[in-house]
Each structure stands twice: as structure tokens, then as C-alpha cells.
């Protein structure tokens, strides 16, 4: 009786050591794991002053000894799919790129999702799949990815991936204009101007227009310079010509035509034809198609006061007009070239 | 005049009350080394608790998912090798959870109340066995020292009333036979107290240097810093968890699918 009661101690004292023991091998091994985190956060914080001194091969390789001591250092994985995305200290490899994006995605990184989603959209080292690039875009955007989100709202507007949806397209890019993303904050805006998704609100486009232009983005300067005039806020004609400067001085092709046209004209402005085409000829620096044909029919037909009929300097402006591509929809510029050419003027 | 009336003290008399007020002196000292060391282990126990629960856990998962990959790999496998590291790895998963889920893992965390350091002092003070004056007396110290130090982990602050209010008046009431004897047993009782102070900083040395003090050392520092160093390395090991247990799933498709 005794015997076994001593021997029923002993056993259990046995085994209580051994727990101890065990639970001593996990103190020791979380130290040793705690020692690697360390030092790869070490690594980690070398490569990002490397990437700020611009010493680029550096960057790379302190990336690569981040993730070989801790192969769960989701920044540093996304990191170093960028550094061989772009080749940034290290060959270009696609490959190698989505394969770093992939581990740090699967693991919940939402820069790395968003990545993974571009690589995918684009074929970058991986065969080229929208449905696949939306739904690791998706994941991202799901975790507040203001990039993500512009990305999955393009991709309901045309149903690239997923299925056309202008109401998701609205609801994404809301989700990201409402955390200052002054693109989807323009889109948005657009939406509510043109009804899409959503029912036309005048006023509503204006308030998500004037986010993005405070925020300096020229297409939504210009947006927002007519939809003042067209009513979608109290109508201040200053404050429209304000944002129309705004947006042509930001070098904004379109609104660069359109300043043109109101010195052209004297709308809103005192008439200046000079000021006129100094802005038509900027916008057709900016390629802006009706700035070109403008200038283009204007020596064709003599049209405007400052400017007589120019055949030779019409052609010119024809020709650039169908190097930039813009004669596709229209025909126009080869038409009168071909007619021109033929009859010998302005050869 | 007056001195005339006190009698003086002999020499014997004197080196006994010197070496008295020293024995009281380091008992005091003594009384708080041990508060400082039985702190020091409740601390270290809490914190393995803790890092049992939130850590520890993680790494019997981690090591479960390993060892059924390893069992996958052996069974799919059939060799000896692939066999024999399945067992490896079953064992470590077992050593694992044996630990994360074991009773050290049961420790709650460790606040003493100013009131609870007091009465241990104090319990301290007067059980303490090395101020025993006889073998005897020195057992049932010894028995006593281990209820106080159990009653100040758990913070039985009752545990500790009871045990004081059990005591004798004094260690020091029973006198030995003439002055000599005083002396002699007064110096055994003063090396005794050098020694176990001595021993108990060397505890606490070697306390400092175990892995899971210097765990905590670097997750209290952190929590200067505004972390959560267990968190982080949950974090961590959660991470490889799921890879582990991606590979599990993986490769158990690839043994249905055969």
C-alpha cells in the first residue's frame, strides 16, 4: 500500500519535472525566435535607410536577410516583390515577384494584396487573370486599401473580372473618397454628375469635385469649373474661372482648350485672342485632340480675327493632328490632307 | 552616581549584545532578500502563465500541424527515415502541449498588495529556519517557510494571519546555559543568516540568467516602448501556423487524390 502510494509520487513527480522541462525548451525556443525577429527588424530598418540613401543594392540584400531570418516579415516580403518587380538592386524577375507578393498577401498584408492584384490585372510573371487580380484586390480593399479600392471600383465600372456593376463601381470609390483619395474622389463625383450607378446630384458632384481639387487633382479642377456653372453649386462665375486657371496651369490639356476658348470669346473674361491661342497651343502640347483640330481649322478657314487663312500652316497642324492619333474617330485631318495634297496647296 | 548602580557588563556580556543587535540587523536584511526572491519567482511563474497561454499555446498548435505533416509525409512515404522523423515530431508536439497546457500554464497573474509584502516579511522574519536553534526547531521551520512562501504566490493573505498567529512569542525566548553558550549559538545563528543571504543572491543571479527571465525582461522593456512583445510573437507563430497548416491540407489532397 505504501509502496505504491510512494511509487504513485514518484511518478507524478517524475512527470511534473518533465513539464517543467518542456515548458523550460518553450521559454528557450521564444527567445530564440524573439532573437531572429529582432534581428530581422534590424535588417529590415538598414534596408529602408539604404532605399533612402539611394544605395539600392544594399536595400536589396538587407531585404533578402530580412525575410531569411524571419520568413514572416509581411513588410519585408512585400518589400523585396517590389525590389525584384522593378528590378531595385537585383535583376527584374516577374517570377520571383509575385511569388514574395503572394507569400506576404496570403499572410494578410494589404499593400501585398493590392500588388498581387496589379500583377495578376497586368500577366506580370503570372498568367494574365482579371477575376484573380480582382479578388486579391477585393481582399485588400476589404482591409481599407484606399488603392485597392480605386482599382476594384475601375474594374465594376467595366466589369473587368468581376460582373459591370456602376452601383459596386459608386460604392468603392465612395469607400475610398471618403479617406481622402482625391482619384476616387473625382470618379465619384463623375458618377453622381453623369448618374451612373447612382441618381444625378448636381450638387453632390460638385461637394466630391471640390475634395479632389483642394487636394490639387486637375481633371477634377476642370470638372468642377463647369459643374459651378451648370448649376451644381451657388453660382460664382469667379470661382469657376478660379478652378479652370487652376486645372490649365496645372498643365490639364482639356481645360487648357477651354481657357483658350473663353479668352477666345470673351466669356467670363475680358476677350484676348493673343491669351487665346497662347492656351490652344499649350493644350496641343498636352496632345489635346480639339485643341489641335481647332488651331488646324482656324488656318484652314481663316477663322478668328488675328489669324488669316494659313494652308501650309493648316496642313501642319492636320498632319500633327493624325500623329497624335486623334484623326481615328473622325477622318477629318486625312480627309483634308488628301484633298489638299492633291490639288497640290499646302503641300 | 548613577553608574555607580549599573552594574557593568563583562566582556562576555558585551560581545553577546553586539552580536545580538547584528543577528537582528541581518534577519531584517534576510526578511527582505526573501520577500525579493519568493517576489521574483511569483513573478517569473505569472509570467510563464501568461506566456504559456498566449505564446506557448501557439507553438503546441505549430508543432501538432508539423507533426501531422510529418505522419502524411510517412505514411505516403513508407520509409524508415520519413517514419522516424514523424515520431520526432509527434514527441515534440506531445513535449509541447504537455507544457502550454500543463498547470504552469494555470498561473494568474501577480500583484502583491503593499499589506501581503508586510505579513511575509514578517512571517519571514520569524520562521525563518535559519535562525532555528536546534535540528528540531530547524524541521518545523523549514515545513512553515514553504506554507509562507506558498501563501505569499497565490496571495492567501489569511494563509499567512494564521501562520503567524501560530507562532511562539519568540525565537530567541528559549536561552541556552550561561553566557558561553549564548555566544556560541548567537555566532552559528549569525553564519547561518551570511550563508542563506549569500545563497540567495546567488538564486537570484541565476534566477535573472533563465531564458524566460530574460523573456521577460525584454517584454517589460517593450512595454516601455508601447508594446506587446507577446503579442508580436503571436503574432509571429500564427503566421506559421497557417502556413503549417496549409501544408497539411495541401498534402492530404495529395494523398486523396492518389
Known amino acids: 500500500m505504501r509502496g505504491s502510494e510512494s511509487q504513485t509520487a514518484l511518478v507524478v513527480a517524475q512527470s511534473t519535472a518533465l513539464v517543467r522541462k518542456a515548458a523550460a525548451k518553450l521559454a528557450k525556443r521564444g527567445l530564440g525566435d524573439l532573437w531572429l525577429l529582432e534581428s530581422a527588424e534590424e535588417w529590415f530598418e538598414r534596408a529602408k535607410t539604404a532605399k533612402s540613401q539611394n544605395q539600392l543594392i544594399e536595400f536589396f540584400e538587407c531585404l533578402q536577410r530580412t525575410v531569411a531570418l524571419d520568413p514572416e516579415h509581411r513588410d519585408g516580403l512585400d518589400l523585396l516583390g517590389m525590389a525584384y518587380h522593378d528590378g531595385i538592386g537585383t535583376l527584374r524577375d516577374q517570377v520571383a515577384a509575385v511569388e514574395y507578393f503572394r507569400r506576404a498577401a496570403e499572410r494578410g498584408h494589404a499593400e501585398a494584396q493590392y500588388h498581387l492584384g496589379l500583377v495578376y490585372d497586368y500577366g506580370h510573371g503570372v498568367a494574365r487573370d482579371q477575376a484573380g487580380g480582382a479578388a486579391w484586390e477585393r481582399k485588400a480593399a476589404e482591409q481599407g486599401h484606399t488603392g485597392a479600392q480605386y482599382r476594384l471600383a475601375g474594374s465594376y465600372y467595366w466589369g473587368n473580372g468581376v460582373p459591370k456593376s456602376r452601383f459596386q463601381a459608386a460604392e468603392w470609390y465612395r469607400k475610398a473618397a471618403e479617406q481622402g483619395h482625391a482619384a476616387s474622389q473625382y470618379e465619384l463625383g463623375k458618377m453622381y454628375h453623369h448618374a451612373e450607378g447612382i441618381a444625378k446630384n448636381l450638387f453632390e458632384a460638385a461637394e466630391w469635385y471640390r475634395k479632389a481639387a483642394n487636394l490639387g487633382y486637375r481633371d477634377a479642377q476642370f470638372s468642377l469649373s463647369y459643374t459651378i456653372e451648370e448649376g451644381g453649386a451657388i453660382l460664382d462665375r469667379l470661382e469657376a474661372m478660379a478652378w479652370l486657371h487652376k486645372a490649365a496651369e496645372g498643365g490639364y490639356g482639356v481645360a487648357q482648350r477651354c481657357l483658350g476658348d473663353r479668352y477666345f470669346w470673351g466669356d467670363g473674361v475680358p476677350r484676348d485672342r493673343t491669351q487665346g491661342m497662347a492656351w490652344y497651343l499649350k493644350a496641343t502640347e498636352q496632345r489635346d485632340c480639339g485643341a489641335i483640330y481647332k488651331l488646324a481649322r482656324m488656318y484652314a478657314e481663316g477663322e478668328g480675327l488675328e489669324v488669316s487663312q494659313d494652308l501650309a500652316k493648316a496642313a501642319l497642324w492636320y498632319r500633327k493632328a493624325v500623329d497624335s492619333g486623334c484623326d481615328h474617330d473622325y477622318g477629318e485631318a486625312t480627309r483634308w490632307l488628301e484633298k489638299h495634297t492633291e490639288t497640290g496647296e499646302g503641300a | ?258
Open chain 2, 1 to 258: 552616581m548613577k553608574t555607580d548602580l549599573v552594574r557593568r557588563l563583562t566582556p562576555e556580556e558585551e560581545e553577546l549584545a553586539a552580536k545580538r543587535e547584528e543577528l537582528a540587523r541581518l534577519e531584517s536584511q534576510l526578511a527582505d532578500q526573501e520577500l525579493l526572491l519568493a517576489s521574483l519567482k511569483a513573478e517569473l511563474a505569472a509570467f510563464e502563465g501568461l506566456y504559456l497561454r498566449r505564446v506557448g499555446v501557439l507553438y503546441a498548435e505549430l508543432d501538432e500541424w508539423n507533426a501531422l505533416l510529418a505522419e502524411l509525409r510517412a505514411e505516403q512515404a513508407g520509409t524508415p527515415e520519413a517514419k522516424a522523423e514523424a515520431g520526432e515530431a509527434r514527441a515534440q508536439a506531445e513535449e509541447a502541449y504537455s507544457a502550454a497546457h500543463g498547470e504552469a500554464a494555470n498561473v494568474q497573474p501577480f500583484t502583491p498588495s503593499p499589506g501581503l509584502k508586510k505579513l511575509y516579511r514578517e512571517a519571514a522574519k520569524r520562521v525563518h529556519p535559519d535562525t532555528a536553534t536546534d535540528e528540531a526547531d530547524r524541521a518545523r521551520r523549514e515545513r512553515l517557510m514553504k506554507e509562507v512562501n506558498a501563501a505569499y504566490a497565490t496571495g492567501d493573505e489569511g494563509a499567512l494571519r494564521r501562520i503567524l498567529a501560530g507562532l511562539d512569542a519568540s525565537p530567541h525566548a528559549v536561552q541556552g546555559s550561561g553566557i558561553g553558550a549564548d555566544l556560541i549559538r548567537v555566532l552559528r545563528q549569525l553564519k547561518q543568516l551570511r550563508d542563506r543571504i549569500a545563497a540567495i543572491e546567488s538564486e537570484i543571479a541565476g534566477l535573472s540568467e533563465a531564458d524566460l527571465a530574460k523573456l521577460k525582461a525584454k517584454a517589460d522593456l517593450a512595454v516601455t516602448e508601447g508594446r506587446d512583445l507577446l503579442a508580436e510573437m503571436a503574432a509571429n507563430i500564427q503566421g506559421r501556423v497557417n502556413v503549417a497548416r496549409q501544408r497539411v491540407e495541401k498534402k492530404s489532397d495529395e494523398g486523396t487524390g492518389k
